[in-house]
């Protein structure tokens, strides 16, 4: 009787292959679990039936593998405000799980630990409390682990330490507290620790150093103590540890060097599971969907075999269903797959491997459409003076322009003009980004023209300049994304005209640091040095003058016009002239020059002196006369320096000179503030 009714079964498969095998029955009922999880009121994962296949490519954001198995859940950015359910474990060949971008609450459920194939586990940017599951360390498969952005709390768990492939760790800005296990580091694959803006205390574990592919380590905003490990030198820029007063070490500018009074209090680092002979693997480029996970068996899975006749049908089912199913989850995959053509993920993914995949994708300016369909980025060619083996490196992905900015939401909107808009993003390795979006009519039509701006974009390099992390260009939304650095702290102009104690009044010395800080930043655009050509800015302002977590000034918006049409350049130099930067000169040659930079500087340095927008002439007669009680801005209640003060006054004076030919250079005036 069982064998005619498994005889019956298999007919009606064979008649029928379209229909969910047994096995993705399973599936299917964890898939039901999950949406009545996440999406409680059905508001989203409508898609997502009880009679439905999740393979039929109907199921939203859900990717199977050639074996019919559910391989990615893609639901980042969905509006999704449930929890995620223990019912995820019964996905077993789940290798990308991405629910970023959500408001999900509640626990991580342990249960999450079953999924031995995931190897992408994505769940930042959310509301998610408690503790990370201390069994999450036995997800050996596990490469990109995202849980930042949430209310997490409890100490980092040991276990972490076992996860043998994990290329990025992001835990930064929770609640989490304790000490940063020793036990990280053995991830000898790691090349991304964030940390950052918790509440962690101990010392650094002297075995992070030693991780050999680390290339960054962020743990600012902890309340961290004892000796820096020197090794962590050669991270460069990538160490970052500002605000952990406790710290001290050698050759960190920024730190005290330590004394033997400080070793006694240096917490014992805490100790965890240590192995050796992992294998380094890169960040991947996109969700790898598991091809070994076939429709039998999953690794590690914990169900009984099933006894042989039962097995002799679903094996004689695979047989019959497989081959159909193979070219439409291939194709489907390959549609969804996360990191598409052209446009780089993670900040150029940080790795050889994903630039190597850029470089025999499609060109990114072909979707610029223009007239005459000359793409030099396409057939390899490098002309018109501009590398393409350096654009290509900057090349970024839509999908992950659009994941980074939770897909354009206006939550992230940082600003917005008549051609332009500046979005707040986070992108895969869990880094900041501001990311503005230029219309493609604002952009230059003659796409050499474009590609030349493009590469004078990508060589300027200068710590007082925002660093470019990449560009893309969609031809679905007709925009050119530029991929900067995020600066957190505004820009200059919030900091001028304070008033009734609503905003921050910059202490002297950090107004003399700022004003030293945009003289190099300038002297770097002007100079020939580096292996990049002078630059002229052409629209410094205060707006223009961005203020980082250390309240150091970087510039924006460098090169940006070398990208833009000429009548879009020109609109935007109405607000400079209204505010005052713009040099009387170019009104008789219309022409920018080192000097008519020089000018807007001048009007800066008097800005940031009487902490006002508005330059007015009695400012300047203050400068003229040395008055400074008609020159100074009166908040700094008279704290400081005259002889400085005096000196700067000077400085702005001879800037916004009439005469352009009465201006000193930018190499002169960081000559006279040294």
Request: aromatic share 6%.
């Amino acid at each position: 009787m069982g064998f005619s009714i498994s005889l019956i079964s298999l007919l009606v498969l064979v008649t029928f292959p379209g229909l969910p095998t047994v096995s993705g029955n399973a599936e299917l009922r964890a898939l039901m679990e999950m949406k009545a999880s996440l999406d409680p009121e059905n508001k989203f994962l409508s898609s997502w039936t009880s009679h439905g296949d999740p393979c039929s490519g109907s199921f939203l954001g859900v990717v199977c593998n050639e074996h019919g198995k559910v391989a990615n859940i893609t639901l980042q950015g969905k509006g999704l405000y449930g929890k995620v359910p223990p019912a995820v474990a019964g996905l077993q060949c789940l290798s990308g799980l991405y629910l970023h971008y959500n408001s999900l609450s509640g626990e991580i459920p342990r249960e999450i630990s079953n999924l031995t194939e995931l190897s992408d586990l994505y769940l930042d940017v959310n509301n998610l409390s408690g503790s990370i599951p201390p069994e999450i360390g036995n997800m050996a498969s596990l490469q990109v682990l995202q849980l930042c952005y949430n209310k997490l709390t409890g100490s980092i768990p040991t276990q972490l330490g076992s996860l043998k492939k994990l290329t990025v760790l992001a835990l930064q800005s929770n609640q989490l507290t304790g000490a940063v296990p020793a036990s990280l580091g053995d991830l000898e694959a790691l090349m991304r620790l964030d940390l950052s803006f918790n509440h962690l205390f101990g010392s650094i574990p002297g075995r992070l150093a030693d991780v050999p592919l680390l290339e960054v380590l962020d743990v600012r905003n902890n309340t961290l103590t004892g000796k820096v490990p020197t090794a962590l030198k050669r991270l460069n820029e990538g160490f970052q540890f500002g605000n952990n007063s406790g710290l001290c070490g050698i050759e960190f500018g920024l730190l005290e060097v330590c004394t033997d009074l400080d070793y006694p209090n240096i917490k014992p680092e805490p100790f965890g599971p240590g192995t050796n002979g992992s294998v380094p693997k890169v960040i991947p480029e996109s969700a790898n969907i598991r091809m070994h996970c076939n429709q039998t068996h999953c690794s590690n899975s914990s169900k009984t075999p099933p006894i042989a006749i039962v097995g002799g049908v679903i094996a004689v089912t695979v047989t019959l269903t497989v081959t159909g199913l193979l070219i439409f989850t291939w194709h489907r995959r390959q549609k969804q797959k996360i990191g598409s053509t052209f446009d780089t993920s993670d900040s150029r993914l940080s790795t050889d491997q994903a630039k190597e995949v850029y470089r025999k994708s499609a060109s990114a300016l072909i979707s610029l459409e223009y007239s005459n369909g000359w793409d030099p980025l396409a057939d390899g060619r490098s002309g018109a003076g501009f590398s393409q083996e350096v654009l290509q490196s900057f090349r970024f992905n839509m999908e992950e322009v659009e994941s980074a900015t939770q897909y354009f939401s206006e939550v992230n909107l940082l600003g917005k003009s008549n051609f332009s808009a500046i979005y707040k993003g986070i992108l895969r390795d869990g880094s900041v980004v501001a990311i503005k979006s230029i219309n493609k009519s604002s952009c230059k039509s003659e796409e050499t023209e474009f590609l030349k701006g493009l590469n004078i974009l990508t060589s300027l390099r200068h710590e007082n300049l925002v660093g470019l992390r990449g560009f893309c260009c969609s031809r679905g939304r007709g925009e050119c994304f530029l991929i900067y650095d995020f600066v957190p702290n505004r820009n200059l102009s919030c900091y001028l005209d304070v008033k009734d104690g609503n905003g921050q009044v910059l202490e002297w010395s950090t107004r003399v640091s700022i004003i030293k800080g945009i003289a190099k930043g300038m002297e770097y655009l002007h100079s020939n040095k580096a292996n990049k050509a002078a630059l002229v800015h052409q629209n410094i302002s205060a707006e223009k003058v961005l203020i980082d977590q250390r309240f150091n000034p970087v510039l924006s918006d460098s090169g940006l016009h070398k990208l833009l049409a000429d009548d879009i350049v020109f609109s935007v130099l109405k607000a400079s002239a209204a505010m005052g930067y713009l040099a009387p000169e170019y009104t008789t040659t219309g022409r920018f020059t080192e000097k008519s930079d020089v000018y807007a500087f001048g009007v800066i340095v008097f800005q940031i002196l009487a902490g006002k927008q508005r330059i007015t002439h009695l400012v300047q007669l203050g400068a003229e006369s040395c008055k400074l009680e008609d020159l100074m801005d009166a908040d700094l209640k008279g704290k400081f320096s005259e002889s400085e003060a005096t000196k700067l006054a000077r400085i702005a004076l001879l800037c916004t000179h009439d005469s352009p030919n009465h201006r000193p250079t930018m190499v002169t005036v960081i000559q006279e503030l040294s």
